[in-house]
């Protein structure tokens, strides 16, 4: 009985945060395709947690993340100084993120997140492909994973959301079509001292041919995607 009231208490507490109304909505109708609060849960956030928001995008997690934690918690958004470079609208939404109440916005370059020490989880969603992109160093996934693991809290959660490359492609895809390989990410996240503790695939679709870029019309918005859950040591 006490698990479940806990658990009923925790879906409750995700519904509220999903309400909130600092998140808009567009990113509202998003919620059901993304099982968002199916990815609050797998990712065990809870509220007072510091998590960091790694390459923020639009910024619709940075917003479900501070409506979770609420005014005990914190978000650590960032957004690299490239991205900001590259599209106006990723300088907007890191400034919107700055502007919540238990947000920060950090834009250090790309393999250089300024994370403070002693965060319960850092989060990634669609994005760690982008550390695989050709314009940068060969070694920015590996100096990113490194920089995670060293502000994580013993214990701490690395949660990594992106689109399935096809098995075996290796790097290519991450460039032309904006995938990765699960097991590539694995090898990689592993090599920086994390334990996988889980796997989920709520959000895999079994229609997606995993050849089409992301972007691409006919796909997009239905991509496979895997979420992978590793642990730092305690």
Do not use: C
Request: a negative charge; zero cysteines.
């Amino acid at each position: 009985m006490a698990n479940a009231a806990a658990s009923l208490a925790q879906d409750n507490a995700y519904a509220s945060a999903l309400a909130s109304p600092i998140r808009t909505d567009a990113d509202k109708a998003r919620d059901e395709a993304r099982h968002t609060a199916e990815t609050l849960a797998f990712a065990e956030v809870m509220p007072g947690q510091t998590i960091g928001d790694m390459i923020i995008g639009g910024g619709y997690f940075t917003r479900v993340f501070a409506a979770a934690t609420g005014p005990t918690g914190k978000v650590i958004a960032w957004q690299p100084a490239q991205f900001i470079g590259f599209q106006a609208s990723y300088a907007d939404a890191i400034a919107a993120a700055d502007a919540l109440p238990n947000v920060e916005g950090i834009r250090s370059p790309l393999g250089a997140p300024e994370f403070p020490a002693g965060m319960d989880l850092v989060f990634t969603a669609q994005n760690y492909h982008d550390l695989h992109l050709k314009p940068f160093a060969a070694d920015t996934a590996a100096k990113t994973n490194a920089a995670v693991f060293a502000a994580l809290k013993p214990g701490g959660l690395y949660v990594i959301v992106d689109h399935y490359a096809a098995a075996g492609s290796g790097l290519a895809a991450a460039d032309s079509l904006h995938r990765i390989d699960p097991a590539i990410v694995k090898e990689e996240v592993e090599a920086a001292g994390f334990v996988l503790e889980d796997q989920s695939d709520i959000l895999k679709n079994d229609a997606d041919p995993l050849t089409a870029n992301v972007f691409d019309p006919a796909i997009r918005g239905h991509t496979s995607q895997f979420m992978l859950k590793f642990r730092k040591p305690a």
